[in-house]
């Protein structure tokens, strides 16, 4: 987790009033990815890894030049190839850079139980505290992109942080710094959308991606990673991303509902005890002393 100078904007399993805090950015930040010039280098898969102190893992060929078949604890970043035919028998390769999206209403936040485990700041960067995390995984199932991961040996959850730690101090994040080809960008959302959105346009009027666009999910708020994809009508052909992700309704239910009708019942409860103990007392209990005599203490 980083830096003190970013303001808190939500804190998970929080009741009170979050901390207060400097901004080194007084602005919503955002990563934009725009897969059609991606060349699948992978130099941000090495940046993201250097920059967070993890070692490289052996990889195994399995007939994709994908790095590894998925993000783990401990590696976040991933280029995901994804071959394509289209009904023509055209052939494309459909690359994404696979991270945590930064979702203005993170389901990892929503669902998670423990005080000060997940961090959302008030310029859009969602960021895990692990010696606040109990480990219960449940950041994971409210996740709609599969992005937290378990590290089973120190029972701890991991993700992309967005390199909040760099933000907070004025840098652009370490994969951004490493893109050679301008792939990446990293700025405010506004600026990052009007850019998106001028490139989707490019795409359309003079290529033969027709149906090029945004990628920046409504149904989770919006996202602070989004994407410009050449077919933005099936994001899931770019290795899983979902069309149209949102919270779990049960973990909205969940922390919401439920837990005040469960705090209620706890105070009826509560009351129902103390009412019967001054209306009849505490009862006494009988005692066998022998024979048929019993005795009331």
Sequence with gaps: MAGKLLQIKAISGHAGTVPGGNMSRDYDVCKLVDTTTCIGCKACEVACLEWNGYPFHPTTFDNTYQTMPDTAWNYWNLIRFNEHTAPDGTFSWLMRKDQCMHCADPGCLASCPADGAIVQYANGIV???????I?????????????P???PSTKKVFKCTLCSDRV???LEPACIKACPTGCLHFG???????????RAKQLREHTAHKTAGVYDPQGVGGTHVMYVLHDIDNPEK???LPKNPSVDPIV????GPLKWVGGFGMILGALGIAFHYLRYGPK???IQVGGDHERHV
């Design 127 to 133: 960021d895990f505290n692990q010696e606040h995390c």
């Design 168 to 170: 907070s101090a004025g």
């Design 188 to 198: 405010s959302k506004d600026d990052m959308k009007d850019l998106a959105e001028h």
């Design 284 to 286: 006494e209990a009988q």
């Design 238 to 240: 770019y290795g899983g």
């Design 252 to 255: 909205r239910l969940w922390k």
């Design 135 to 147: 480990g219960c995984q449940y950041c994971v199932t409210g996740c709609p992109f599969n992005i």
């Design 149 to 151: 991961k378990f590290n």
